[in-house]
């Protein structure tokens, strides 16, 4: 049976991905060896690792005085690496959900945390706009996309500090003005590659500028200098992030994506706001496009374990909302083609038939 992924990451990857990551897995670069079991050091992964680096720069536009690195230790290390390599004195956070939490955690760690704002008391159904950012904080962070609740900050804001944005579950899904910020981070497992590598775009200004010293590893600039390459970096899922924006660019580039990303996410809450089981659980303004959540609608509250088994009987997978929400989450990043979300459409309103 047809499946229709909307695991929240990992998550779908494009068939041009995955066909050409698994070839790559048979036969490297026509070497006759496997991607699994070549060195790094080849000079055919070394193109790839520097293609993928310069296709990053040439889709998101990344403008001179800006390098691009890969790291390993997820984007939960740059909840770390960011205060190791940046914060002085202050940074400001804004919390807008367990990510965003995760991160100001760790930044407590190296100094003080003003926490300009937070959902929390909403369980996060909102971004908070009302807030004033500290004009000597080192840096001020935020994460565009909330992956867990469903809410999304889809403009780059204007600040008078510092920028650094988490971007795990939203690259690639606009055009972002790189000019704004300092650091952007990415965790690779939602709209670039398998797990297991770390998407960083850094501006070389911004380093440099701390007292303590920084373990090799953590030191952004150790990456910088080496090319991306000052250890094994993990082969596999860079050879699958090249694939994915080979497609982005084949595609017609991020602002195809995010035309389709669109239509995509206005059809199913199109649907959720239309059909009488559902409601969605955000604030509308904030409503993520990558990350739909829903839940029943209280007077059907009993039927939520029914729909969960009717979807999943008709094709669905990863559906089911983070624990901490409940209800349904579908994600809907850039692999995901419109014939899905349709179908997620039609056993919604096939479900309300039978209701
Ligand atoms: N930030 C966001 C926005 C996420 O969605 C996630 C989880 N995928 C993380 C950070 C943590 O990423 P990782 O598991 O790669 O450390």
Redesign the pocket.
Known sequence: MKKHNFY??PSILSEFTIKNTAAAVENFAGMDLSLLEISHRSKEFVAVNDEARALIKELLDVPAGYEVVFLG???????CMVPYNLLKKKASYIDT????S??IKEAKLFGEVDVVASSKDANYTYIPKDYTIAEDSDYFHY??????YGTETRKDPDVKVPLVC?????IFSRPIDISKYDIIY?????NLAP?GV?LVIVRQDALGHVDRPIPTMLNYNTHIKKDSMFNTPPVLPIYAALQTLKWYKEQGGIAAMEKKDMENAAILYDEIDRNKLFKGTVAVEDRSIMNVCFIMNDEYKELEDEFSKFATAAGMVGIKGHRSVGGFRASLYNAMPKSSVEALIACMKEFERKH
């Open positions: 929240a990451g230790g997820g984007a939960s290390l740059q909840f959900g367990t990510w965003a995760n991160a994460t565009s996309n909330n992956t867990i988490d971007m795990s579950s939203d990415a965790g690779a497992q939602k797990a770390t």
